[in-house]
Nanobody, 126 residues
Framework: VQLQASGGGLVQPGGSLRLSCEAS????????MAWFRQVSGKDRKYVAA????????DYDVDVKGRFTISRDNAKDTVYLQMNSLEPEDTAVYYC????????????????????WGQGTLVTVSS
């Protein structure tokens, strides 16, 4: 199983980025997907999750209204559209996959996920 995250980079405050995470080696439509982020020296934190068919999503309060998670099961890819970025959004962003069958709002912990990508760095700075 491989989760390949991409799309990170340097962006000014107020700008936008779209992260992508392409999965291989698994039946993508059988997995709930999520994004987490981690600042150096701190714990990895939940950002957002989406269920298998994309109809149910959940967000951390810090990103709700600014970030949108989506998926394309035909392309085995999950996305994170990030708008109105703030310096506090600077982090390495990781995608994760879960075989869990609970609602996505109950899947905010690291242990809910079976597979992890390698991370992509997002830097928000002027």
């Amino acid at each position: 199983v491989q989760l390949q995250a991409s799309g990170g980079g340097l962006v000014q405050p107020g700008g936008s980025l779209r992260l992508s995470c392409e999965a291989s080696g698994l039946t993508f439509s059988s997995y709930a997907m999520a994004w987490f982020r981690q600042v150096s020296g701190k714990d990895r934190k939940y950002v957002a999750a989406i269920n298998r068919d994309g109809r149910d999503t959940d967000y951390d309060v810090d990103v709700k209204g600014r970030f949108t998670i989506s998926r394309d099961n035909a392309k085995d890819t999950v996305y994170l559209q990030m708008n109105s970025l703030e310096p506090e959004d600077t982090a390495v962003y990781y995608c994760a996959a879960s075989t869990g069958w609970v609602i996505v709002s109950a899947m905010r912990t690291l242990t809910s996920y079976d597979y992890w990508g390698q991370g992509t760095l997002v830097t928000v700075s002027s």
